[in-house]
Nanobody, 119 residues
Framework: QVQLVESGGGLVQAGGSLRLSCAAS????????MGWFRQAPGKEREFVAR????????YYGDSVKGRFTISRDNAKNTVYLQMNSLKPEDTAIYYC????????????WGQGTQVTVSS
């Protein structure tokens, strides 16, 4: 098992930036692909970004491409989400997730951190 704790959420004006962090503990962090998802009120959970265990490969949802950057520091057991040019529609609870080796779905989740973007 791996435990995930997100931090860095808050209130920011449109056009601003935030960096989310997700600290992992438990099993070997570098064995997990990591991802960020978000869920706005009344909407389904949305894929934001994911990163391979080594950090070499990254993937983004269409709505955040060019504005958000996912990265990881395996020495610190931490994954980050740098969010730039924020828009009000980015307002959501952001969740960190881990996907075990040989799994096709993310099977470990953090508790989430609120991001609110004011217009």
């Amino acid at each position: 098992q791996v435990q995930l704790v997100e931090s860095g959420g808050g209130l920011v004006q449109a056009g601003g930036s935030l960096r989310l962090s997700c600290a992992a503990s438990g099993r070997t962090f570098s064995n997990y692909a990591m991802g960020w998802f978000r869920q706005a009120p009344g909407k389904e959970r949305e894929f934001v970004a994911r990163i391979s265990p080594s950090g070499v490969n990254t993937y983004y949802g269409d709505s955040v491409k060019g504005r958000f950057t996912i990265s990881r520091d395996n020495a610190k057991n931490t994954v980050y989400l740098q969010m730039n040019s924020l828009k009000p529609e980015d307002t959501a609870i952001y969740y960190c997730a881990a996907r075990s080796l040989m799994k096709t779905v993310f099977d470990h989740w953090g508790q989430g951190t609120q991001v609110t973007v004011s217009s």
